[in-house]
Structures are given as C-alpha cells and as structure tokens.
C-alpha cells in the first residue's frame, strides 16, 4: 500500500493521478479464516484493524451483505464525546475518544476529526442537577468536562437563543475535547489498513447461516458459499437480532429508526456541537456548511432508512425555539438509520451462549462515537477472552441485574 502525503498528491498531480492503487482489495472469499467479522461498518472494520494490530491476527474476513460503510456508519451525524455518567461508559467512550485524536496519523488516512467540542444545553432544573453531577461523575474519571453558564454558552454558540419561549438556556456540559469527524472516512481509512494487512473486506457477501457443531461455531453460509471460521463477531447494529436467531439465541433490544437530515449549505455561524435533549435535537455545522440536524428515535420498532416528514418536521419545530435562524433555511436531504436499543440505554460487548461467537450491539444513538473504543476492545475480547473495557457490558447483566443506566446521558436518543 503506497502512502499517502503531500509529496504522494504533488505526484500523482503531475500524472493525472493515473498512479494510486485501490483503497483496499475486491478480495473473494477463501474456505476459511481465523476469524470471521459480519458487517462493514465502523465497528466491524475497527474490530478486525485491532485484531491485527494489537494481537497479530490477520487471517480475518469482514463480510458485508451490502457496501462498506451503507449501514449506520454513513447514516449517523458523526458527534463524539465521552461525557456519561457511569464509569464503564466513560471509559470506554473515552478511549474511543482519545484514539480518535491520532488515528488520522495511525491509518495514514485523513478521517477530518475536528476537536470543536460539545455542549449539552440544560434547559430545565432537573437537566441543571443531572449535568452537573455528571461533570463531578467526568472529574473523577478522569475526563474533561465542565459546567458552563448561559452566558457561556452564548459566548461559544451566538446564534443561540437564552431567552426561549419554553425553555430558557440555564447552562451546559461543555466537553472542550469532543466534536466530530467524517464518517465515510472513518471506514475508508479502516478498510484501506486492514487490506493492507492481508485480510479480506467481502462486499455482497449477505450471511443467510451460521454453522455450529457441539454448541461451537464452525463457520457461516453466504450467499457467495460456506465459509469456516475459528471465532466469530457479530457487529450487524440494528440487525443484530436476527444474526443471533440464526446463531440460536435471542437478544435484549429493539431496532428502531433514528432519522436526521442537513440544511442547504449557508456561511460559517456555529463552530461547536450543541446538544438540547429538552427540546429533542442537536446541529452542528458540516465543512461544507451544511447544518447537520438530529433528533429522537421513532417510537416504534422498525427497520427504515428512508426516514419520515412527521419526524423531520417534529425535530426541527423544536430546535426553532433554541436557534431560529434555521427556520428560513430549506432541508437539502434527509436519511435513516436502524439502531439496537437496549433496556438500560448501554451497549453489549459479549460472549454469547454459542461458543467463539461474540456480539457486538445496543449502542443506540452512540455508535458513531464509540468506534474506535468498541474496536479495541471487542479485538481484545475475541483474542484474549476478556477485556477490561468490556466486563461490565456483558449479556449476562440482564439476568444478574447489574444494569449500566445512561438514559439521562443518552437522553437525545432515547
């Protein structure tokens, strides 16, 4: 794989750019694997670059019954922060968060991560309490976070609106080291490392089949044939359900639609991320200038990425309120995402009752932010049996009781 740099461009620039070699290989499925991945997205890509580069195993296969990135990972409004309230959370969505800061430099792939940071607007007393607990909770966990006034928050974000008819702005959670990258490159630049290590990204490979022998997995049924594998991993987001009837066990989520959608493109106003889960939205502002726009989960079970004008419409009567400049702006697009919600708003990073298979679901709304924590430690969990960062997101939580409640800090999406 040649690298990529400013004398790479510079080069190819003097050639027409006839010179650089594809991002990652069509590569056709061999008989067997170390490992086998389902699903191209963040996380399954993630998983299979830390399984190599941490433990060395690169006889792996990523299989994705559509394209590279076509799931939630290019279907999401790419926020990232690490400022929840339980410790397992923040750890895990801390590391995620720190890798991020360099891994433009690891994969030797621009993913445009731009550090602008995130408020989390309070606009009700009870939102005052819960914030400011979590910036004590953030303290001693060793993230950055603070509570910030209303004045604050009208320094970081002028266009917003303190006074509003409902509910008025009495401060934020301000992580001054969260923001956003870009999401397609996030899985490019995974996708590019892990080729370049031998293994196989399979696209229009869709698995209708999962093999087992004495309660052991022994390997999958595609549509481009059977494929054996040693291990396992299951990183499917909202189809995660179904992957674990196929394996023959079931899982304690709900797939539901979580829709979002960007403005026509307009000069830079708003260079953070707010957050106001009272009002049921979150914007910030795109590279292109686009104002990218998110709201709540529907309210039902569905599998949907066309998204819907009731939501849309519901999403942004809100926002209005707290920034009503964009009531003169017009939609440019709109799309859907299936997420995995859980009980307790909090993902699983599991063995399962099959064994050597393992699962890797329930992120909700926060799946984009996660990816390179979820990697790291769902590789650690496949090569070594346990990981730290995963102990307390195991399946067996539900039947013990040991629930990791992030409603509050997960409020937007749920």
């Not at 056709?28 to 170390?34: E, S």
């Not at 674990?244 to 066990?249: L, V, Y």
């Not at 957050?275 to 686009?290: F, I, L, R």
């Amino acid at each position: 794989m040649k690298k990529y740099s400013v004398f790479a461009v510079a080069r190819e620039a003097m050639r027409h750019h006839t010179g650089w070699d594809r991002a990652w290989r069509d590569a056709q499925p061999k008989a067997r694997y170390d490992v086998i991945i389902i699903g191209a997205g963040g996380h399954g890509l993630a998983t299979a670059y830390y399984l190599g580069k941490n433990f060395g195993i690169t006889n792996v296969a990523i299989l994705e019954k559509g394209w590279l990135g076509g799931g939630n990972t290019g279907r999401n409004t790419t926020i990232i922060r690490s400022n929840y309230l339980q410790d397992p959370s923040a750890a895990i969505y801390e590391k995620a968060r720190s890798l991020y800061e360099t891994m433009s430099q690891d994969l030797n792939y621009n993913v445009m991560f731009s550090p602008r940071g995130v408020i989390m607007l309070a606009q009700t007393e009870h939102e005052v309490r819960g914030y400011k607990r979590t910036a004590h909770a953030n303290a001693l966990q060793g993230v950055q976070t603070e509570w910030i006034d209303a004045q604050r928050v009208k320094d970081l974000c002028p266009i917003i609106n303190l006074d509003g008819p409902r509910y008025p702005v009495l401060g934020g959670l301000w992580q001054a080291r969260g923001g956003t990258a870009r999401h397609d490159a996030v899985a490019w630049g995974y996708a590019r490392a892990c080729s370049d290590m031998g293994m196989d990204v399979i696209q229009k490979c869709e698995v209708t089949g999962i093999r087992k022998e004495g309660g052991k997995v022994t390997g999958v049924t595609t549509t481009r044939g059977d494929i054996a594998c040693d291990k396992l991993g299951i990183v499917v987001a909202g189809h995660s359900g179904h992957l674990a009837d196929m394996a023959g066990f079931r899982l304690p989520i709900e797939s539901v639609a979580l829709q979002a959608l960007v403005s026509e493109p307009i000069k830079p106003c708003m260079d953070v991320v707010v957050m106001a889960n009272t009002v049921h939205g979150y914007m910030s502002q795109s590279d292109k200038g686009e104002m990218v726009i998110g709201g709540g989960t529907d309210g039902y079970n569905n599998y949907t990425q066309r998204g819907s004008f009731h939501h849309i419409e519901e999403t942004v009567r809100a926002l209005i309120e707290t920034f009503p400049m964009i009531s003169r702006l017009k939609m440019l697009r709109q799309w859907g995402g299936i997420v995995d919600v859980t009980g307790d708003r909090s993902p699983i990073l599991s063995k399962t009752p099959v064994e050597n298979i393992f699962i890797n679901c329930g992120w909700g709304t926060g799946g984009f932010k996660a990816i390179p924590g979820s990697g790291w430690a769902m590789a650690e969990l496949m090569a070594k049996g346990r990981s730290p960062l995963t102990d307390d997101f195991g399946l067996n939580r539900f039947t013990e009781g040991r629930f990791i409640d992030e409603s509050v800090a997960a409020g937007v999406a749920h």
